[in-house]
């Protein structure tokens, strides 16, 4: 914890060009609330309420200021002295302590001039740099690095604009540090190794003090590597092998305390209506599909622990291709929605032979037809309430794409004969998911591809589930906004050969792939 005291904080009526100061205010999100019998003072922000006992009217009167804006750390602390006292004073840091304890608050270092004051006090200056808790954790500046110490951005730092300002944030922490224009500079120069030092003789580089203290920020906020270039090679494998992409994508999804709100929060229910269980139909050709006797499904095919040992991904399609009959009872057992219900917060819901997270079910299948007996080649929708196939897009350059990238990513020597486009209506998930939403998108796929293999497997088909699609693709030959509802996965499907080729594949056994 740091304190005021321990802060070199540089004279109010300091000139000189770059000087700081410290400026604190409660964290955004937080706000006193209401006092309960006998005067106690409670702090609540979405993870939780402090209660802050009965604190004397000096301090009372300091953290209304900070709840209404940013104001400067020494002149609070001697607002609380002259009210309450040395008393006052020592309690007045200790519950600045305890507020960064529970990252309640956010701290400011602005430049400073003398032009900046006048009678009502003093005004912030440029902003530099603002130590900003986003989630749930501790949120007081770290040490100041030492001037020769060696330092540098970390590779797995974002940087996104935000209402003016550039947010910094590592992956993992539940702190992220916002620069203003002034501070925006330090970017660019720490993105190699360098020292304290160096940076301050840059031209037009902040004072060695204030440069520290901006660096207080970063250190915080774990963006930076330091101990110098020696000490990285090799580099550890537990970090080697995450892109930042990727870490940063992890961090978010699965370290709830990183932010401030995870889970069910319905962040688009105050902006939007919820969207349908089903999407508005398309306007090309319908064919409504035959309905499989589950029944006699039942009897006929062998049991589960046998299909499901049996289960493979097969690259090979035989000369007889998949006929309409074949892929309607695939699409019916796996994706048909059963039916639908409106949920506690309005949403519809839907009921489909596959789970999904809140019963959303975002997920629509768009079969590609390459060769399939008794439907034309193109690209169809299954409309999973209504048991139909719906053209959307004649073959044509766009569809082939699909089908080639499918081809050599499948490994196959032909087109495969039909290729499920799999995509989420991101919009059923998102207006009532937040940081989880699009790792459940794909959990949901990965449910999907196993429902796939395990029919195809007991209907005797040949199915292998994709890694990888090109969304921007499905978008020029569906017409429809990747952004809104995109592609999520890709999965092959078409008839099975009698003796699959075993040149391609994952060898499993003898003759398994």
């Given amino acids: 914890m740091t304190t005021t005291s321990q802060r070199p904080a540089p004279d109010r009526t300091d000139t000189t060009p770059g000087a700081a100061r410290w400026w604190l205010r409660l964290r955004r999100d937080a706000a006193p609330a209401p006092a309960r019998p006998g005067g106690a003072l409670r702090i609540a922000a979405p993870f939780g309420t402090l209660d802050l006992g009965e604190p004397p009217s000096g301090i009372r009167a300091a953290l209304t200021a900070l709840a209404g804006g940013e104001r400067p750390e020494e002149e609070l602390a001697a607002a609380v002295a002259e009210r309450d006292g040395e008393a006052g004073l020592l309690r007045w840091h200790l ?235 695939l699409l019916y057992r796996t994706m048909r929605q059963r039916g639908t219900f409106v949920g506690s917060d309005g949403q519809e819901l839907a009921d489909r032979p596959l789970p999904s997270g809140g019963a959303v079910h975002e997920l629509e299948v768009y079969p590609l037809v390459s060769s399939c007996a008794g439907l034309a080649p193109g690209l169809w929708h299954y409309a999973s309430d209504r048991h139909e196939l719906e053209l959307v897009a004649e073959p044509g350059p766009a569809t082939a794409a699909l089908l080639t990238a499918a081809r050599e990513t499948s490994l196959m020597t032909e087109d495969p004969q039909v290729l499920l486009l799999i995509t989420a209506r991101f919009g059923r998930v998102m207006w009532k998911y937040e940081a989880v939403a699009y790792p459940l998108i794909l959990k949901h796929v990965g449910v999907l591809y196993q429902s796939l293999y395990l029919v195809g497997t007991a209907m005797g088909l040949a199915t292998c589930g994709l890694g990888g699609g090109d969304a921007q693709d499905f978008a020029a030959a569906s017409g429809l906004d990747w952004l809104t509802e995109g592609t999520v996965g890709e999965f092959v499907v078409g008839s099975r050969p009698l003796t699959p080729r075993q040149d391609i594949g994952v060898p499993r056994g003898e003759n398994r792939r």
Avoid: N
């Fill in 95 to 329: 519950t600045v302590r305890k507020l960064d304890g529970h990252g309640l608050l956010e701290h400011a270092l602005h430049e400073e001039h003398r032009e900046h004051q006048d009678g009502a006090g003093h005004q912030p200056g440029r902003p530099l740099a603002r130590l900003r808790v986003v989630g749930r954790g501790a949120g007081a500046p770290g040490p100041a690095p030492d001037p020769a110490a060696r330092l540098r951005l970390s590779r797995f730092v974002t940087a996104t604009p935000q209402d003016g300002v550039l947010v910094l944030r590592a992956p993992g922490s539940p702190l992220a540090v916002e620069l203003g224009p002034a501070g925006a500079v330090l970017l660019a120069a720490l993105t190699d190794w360098t020292t304290p030092a160096q940076l301050a003789h840059r031209d037009g580089g902040l004072p060695l003090d204030t440069m520290r203290q901006a660096l207080r920020l970063f250190t915080a906020a774990r963006l930076l590597d330091q101990d110098g270039p020696d000490r990285e090679h090799p580099e550890e494998r537990r970090t080697a092998q995450w892109s930042a992409a990727d870490l940063a994508f992890h961090a978010y999804t699965r370290l709830p305390g990183t932010q401030a709100a995870s889970g069910g929060t319905y962040p688009g229910a105050a902006r939007f209506a919820p969207e349908p269980a089903s999407p508005p139909p398309f306007t090309g050709e319908r064919i409504a599909l035959p309905v499989p006797d589950l029944e006699q499904v039942a009897r006929r095919e062998r049991p589960f622990a046998e299909i499901l040992e049996d289960r493979c991904s097969i690259r090979d399609h035989d000369e007889r291709p998949l006929t309409l009959e074949q892929l309607a009872e």
